[in-house]
């Protein structure tokens, strides 16, 4: 069973965290152009918490196969007053971003965990501001930005290719001064991985060989393409986004059981119900009083 992991800054419950998704941003795949206005995205990510996230991940620029790049000033206009206030009323912020400028902003403002999808891969800076303010950090794996990456889904062996690069990855911002026990890992569903291919699917098969590389690791299947494929109709049409998440919690489940210590999702509430079933499973109900929740709620 993989083990427990606790993070600097962040909740440790347990069991499998379920960190909570706000995109403000006009065009991220589910959920783009929903939270857009900072108002709506910070009552949202309050309801999120509410709903049983116990991170809530704010992102200012898309990363859905084909986006383009947002400039620096509009991604900071984008978080900044969302990141801040959500901080402020306690809640456990994760910035998602690939650029130091911004974490370090999001950071100062109260964010507790950098979530970057580029693995340090996009901005050299990254590993330095990340060792320097101690916080915790998801490395993901990454090929490249989103505008190409499909055409990097090239794979021998994707699980062994993504485990090697993980670990090289990881080997090298420890070697920029990064603590490992900051560090996430995250194999990246969905960025340079094809629907078509099975590559996700191979990946979560695999759980057991990323819990092997001795960090914690992050799942983020929610709404993706590939659950959508497995989903398609007899005509062969994929599954939309929008009727995925019963797939996603069943995602997260199987995840939680397998030891990952979160889940990225856009939907709170059936997903922390999940995570709660996965611990009380794992654990044969060992520490559960009759009657009572297997822990407290997480948010505020
Ligand atoms: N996927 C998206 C955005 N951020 N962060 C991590 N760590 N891992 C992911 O797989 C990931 C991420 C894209 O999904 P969205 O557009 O639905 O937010």
Same mark, same amino acid.
Request: charged share 25%; proline share 5%.
């Given at each position: 069973?993989?083990?427990?992991?606790?993070?600097?800054?962040?909740?440790?419950?347990?069991?499998?965290?379920?960190?909570?998704?706000?995109?403000?941003?006009?065009?991220?795949?589910?959920?783009?152009?929903?939270?857009?206005?900072?108002?709506?995205?910070?009552?949202?990510?309050?309801?999120?918490?509410?709903?049983?996230?116990?991170?809530?991940?704010?992102?200012?620029?898309?990363?859905?196969?084909?986006?383009?790049?947002?400039?620096? &000033? @509009?991604?900071?206009? *984008?978080?900044?007053?969302? /990141?801040? +206030?959500?901080?402020?009323? %306690?809640?456990? $912020?994760?910035?998602?971003?690939?650029?130091?400028?911004?974490?370090?902003?999001?950071?100062?403002?109260?964010?507790?965990?950098?979530?970057?999808?580029?693995?340090?891969?996009?901005?050299?800076?990254?590993?330095?501001?990340?060792?320097?303010?101690?916080?915790?950090?998801?490395?993901?794996?990454?090929?490249?930005?989103?505008?190409?990456?499909?055409?990097?889904?090239?794979?021998?062996?994707?699980?062994?290719?993504?485990? &090697? @690069?993980?670990?090289? *990855?990881?080997?090298?911002? /420890?070697? +920029?001064?990064?603590?490992? %026990?900051?560090? $996430?890992?995250?194999?990246?569903?969905?960025?340079?991985?094809?629907?078509?291919?099975?590559?996700?699917?191979?990946?979560?098969?695999?759980?057991?060989?990323?819990?092997?590389?001795?960090?914690?690791?992050?799942?983020?299947?929610?709404?993706?393409?590939?659950?959508?494929?497995?989903?398609?109709?007899?005509?062969?049409?994929?599954?939309?986004?929008?009727?995925?998440?019963?797939?996603?919690?069943?995602?997260?489940?199987?995840?939680?059981?397998?030891?990952?210590?979160?889940?990225? /999702?856009?939907?709170?509430?059936?997903?922390?119900?999940? $995570?709660?079933?996965?611990?009380?499973?794992?654990?044969?109900?060992?520490?559960?009083?009759?009657?009572?929740?297997?822990?407290?709620?997480?948010?505020?």
């Amino acid at each position: 069973m993989a083990p427990m992991h606790r993070l600097p800054g962040l909740p440790d419950r347990g069991r499998c965290l379920v960190m909570g998704v706000v995109n403000v941003t006009p065009d991220s795949f589910s959920d783009g152009g929903s939270w857009f206005d900072p108002k709506e995205a910070i009552e949202h990510g309050l309801r999120l918490a509410e709903d049983g996230a116990d991170i809530i991940d704010v992102g200012g620029e898309s990363t859905q196969p084909g986006a383009q790049r947002v400039s620096r &000033d @509009e991604e900071l206009r *984008r978080i900044g007053p969302v /990141v801040r +206030e959500l901080a402020r009323q %306690g809640v456990a $912020v994760s910035i998602d971003t690939m650029r130091a400028e911004v974490a370090e902003y999001a950071v100062e403002a109260g964010a507790r965990l950098v979530n970057d999808v580029s693995g340090g891969l996009a901005d050299p800076s990254m590993a330095r501001l990340v060792a320097k303010t101690g916080v915790a950090y998801v490395l993901m794996h990454w090929r490249g930005h989103s505008h190409d990456m499909q055409s990097r889904a090239v794979y021998a062996d994707v699980v062994q290719e993504v485990h &090697d @690069e993980l670990r090289q *990855r990881m080997e090298t911002i /420890v070697d +920029e001064g990064v603590d490992p %026990g900051q560090i $996430v890992l995250d194999p990246g569903l969905g960025f340079a991985k094809r629907p078509d291919r099975g590559h996700n699917w191979a990946l979560l098969a695999h759980i057991d060989r990323f819990n092997e590389l001795g960090r914690p690791l992050l799942i983020a299947g929610s709404r993706k393409r590939f659950l959508g494929r497995l989903l398609a109709d007899t005509d062969s049409t994929p599954r939309d986004y929008t009727d995925c998440d019963d797939a996603t919690v069943a995602l997260t489940a199987l995840c939680a059981d397998r030891g990952a210590w979160a889940v990225r /999702v856009h939907d709170a509430r059936p997903n922390a119900d999940a $995570v709660r079933v996965a611990a009380a499973w794992r654990s044969g109900g060992a520490g559960l009083d009759e009657g009572r929740a297997v822990d407290i709620r997480g948010g505020l």
